[in-house]
Nanobody
Framework: QVQLVESGGGLVQAGGSLRLSCAAS????????MIWFRQAPGKEREFVAA????????YYADSVKGRFTISRDNAKNTVYLQMNSLKPEDTAVYYC???????????????WGQGTQVTVSS
């Protein structure tokens, strides 16, 4: 099992940048695929980006492609989400999650962090 803690959220103006981090406990972090989801008030949870256990493969939602970059440092047990050119519609609580399954299997993510708020002002 793995415990996840997100950080790095905050308030930023449209066009700005933020980098989210998700720190994982445990010695087997490198065996987990990792993902970022987000949920805005009154909306369903939305997939943002995923990365394979080794970091060599990534997958993005169309809404963030070209603006967001997911990466991981297995030596630090951390996954990152670099968010550039932020828009007000990116406002949401961002969650990271871990899976022992394939990184693009969105239903396989079983371990979740508590979330971090990102607010983008216009």
């Amino acid at each position: 099992q793995v415990q996840l803690v997100e950080s790095g959220g905050g308030l930023v103006q449209a066009g700005g940048s933020l980098r989210l981090s998700c720190a994982a406990s445990g010695r087997t972090f490198s065996s987990y695929a990792m993902i970022w989801f987000r949920q805005a008030p009154g909306k369903e949870r939305e997939f943002v980006a995923a990365i394979s256990w080794g970091g060599g493969n990534t997958y993005y939602a169309d809404s963030v492609k070209g603006r967001f970059t997911i990466s991981r440092d297995n030596a630090k047990n951390t996954v990152y989400l670099q968010m550039n050119s932020l828009k007000p519609e990116d406002t949401a609580v961002y969650y990271c999650a871990a899976s022992v399954g394939y990184y693009t299997d969105l239903n396989s993510y079983r371990y979740w962090g508590q979330g971090t708020q990102v607010t983008v002002s216009s």
